[in-house]
């Protein structure tokens, strides 16, 4: 203990050390989640981006910059997804894909894992932060 009082230093300063935010592109359909989701992940340092499935040029430009790519596979023809998931993982091969969406069987869960989805979150049985957990999870890796 006596080296710790004699030491010169702010104790501050041990503990700012820098974060690198890192940046999340969420593609939720329904307004309510994107919200609530978007809340979870800047509450823990993500930089969120928001965009529809339908404007890929919003998405485009957004795909450059992003670490992470949340996509809710709700809401459109899964055919649309699937291919748009594709390309991504053609494209953008740096970024990591999480899903989210309702139960997936095997044998629809390992299509969306051969085009480069990490992780799936079944929306009835998670919350919010376990999509954060994820993310922070992968990036941590």
Known sequence: MDYVTRQKFNINELTNVPRIQKRVLL???????????????EADDFEV?????????????FLNSSDILIIDLKN??????LDFL?????????I???TIGHSLD?????????LG???????RFSRPQDLVNIARTILTR
């Open 117 to 123: 989805v990490v992780g799936h979150l079944d929306r």
């Open 76 to 81: 459109s023809e899964e055919d649309d997804k």
């Open 49 to 61: 981006l928001v965009s529809n499935f339908g404007n890929h040029f919003a998405i485009a430009k």
């Open 27 to 41: 593609i939720i359909g329904e307004e309510y989640l994107r919200e609530i989701y978007c809340r979870h992940l």
């Open 86 to 94: 594709k390309s991504i993982s053609r494209e953008f091969p740096r």
């Open 106 to 114: 095997e044998k629809r869960l390992l299509p969306l894992m051969a």
């Open 96 to 98: 990591s894909i999480i």
